[in-house]
Nanobody, 126 residues
């Protein structure tokens, strides 16, 4: 069974940090691109960061501006998202997704072919 499970969300004050985890199982982790997306109430889904596990290619959403870092622990089939200097506008549900085709997931944002986790809530208070 394919599973992606996010964890690490919570409530943090502006300027604080959180580290999100995305634990994957049920598929060949190193054949996939893992991406983080987020969606705030009333807003469209927004891409945050992605990593192609096999070659460690990394991309970030335009808004990240050096505040977030994506990394992986292949032995644990887990991808992390370190988020620093959080601001209230970062409040959203954060999802991780996995797809064998990075272009389809990250550039085209074709979500129907990807595996998705249930999401983890991040709330940043001012």
């Amino acid at each position: 069974e394919v599973r992606l499970v996010e964890s690490g969300g919570g409530l943090v004050q502006a300027g604080g940090s959180l580290r999100l985890s995305c634990a994957a199982s049920g598929f060949s982790f190193d054949e996939y691109t893992i991406a983080w997306f987020r969606q705030a109430p009333g807003k469209e889904r927004e891409k945050v960061a992605c990593m192609t596990i096999s070659n460690r290619s990394i991309y970030y959403g335009d808004f990240v501006k050096g505040r977030f870092t994506i990394s992986s622990n292949n032995a644990k089939n887990t991808v992390y998202l370190q988020m620093n200097s959080l601001q209230p506008e970062d409040t959203a549900v954060y999802y991780c997704a996995a797809d064998k085709q990075s272009f389809r997931l990250w550039v085209l944002e074709v979500v129907t072919d990807a595996y998705w986790g249930p999401g983890t809530q991040v709330t940043v208070s001012s």
